[in-house]
């Protein structure tokens, strides 16, 4: 067998026998939280971009900023943490208050 001397190679073998992060999971550092959830029956994995919540603001001109809100942003993943445009299509309207429903329990809203 020969040996291999390139050290990018020495990491992707030595991550691939579970000993590390896999190159795949790389990405999934940029996220604030990473959601075990299902979309569409699929197992999937909400990956939170932002999160800032806005307290209640006493005289308000809109009911939104007098109860307070929150803004976030996510990305639909794969399993493995990967980003998966196909499956980010099956989800609707509802199911994206339902995610941004399950992101502010996340964060204990």
């Known amino acids: 067998?020969?040996?291999?001397?390139?050290?990018?190679?020495?990491k992707i073998a030595y991550a691939n026998r579970g000993y590390g992060p896999s190159p795949q999971r790389k990405a999934a550092t940029m996220y604030l939280a990473e959601i075990e959830t299902r979309i569409a029956g699929i197992p999937a994995i909400i990956g939170v971009t932002?999160?800032?919540?806005?307290?209640?603001?006493?005289?308000?001109?809109?009911?939104?900023?007098?109860?307070?809100?929150?803004?976030?942003?996510?990305?639909v993943l794969d399993r493995r943490g990967r980003p998966a445009p196909w499956l980010a299509r099956k989800v609707t309207d509802g199911m994206a208050t339902d995610i941004d429903a399950i992101v502010a329990e996340y964060y204990q809203w």
Do not use: V
């Not at 067998?1 to 020495?10: E, N």
């Not at 006493?58 to 307070?68: I, M, N, V």
């Open 1 to 10: 067998m020969q040996k291999t001397t390139c050290i990018c190679k020495k």
């Open 50 to 75: 932002a999160f800032e919540r806005h307290g209640a603001i006493r005289h308000a001109d809109s009911d939104l900023d007098s109860r307070g809100f929150i803004e976030c942003d996510w990305e």
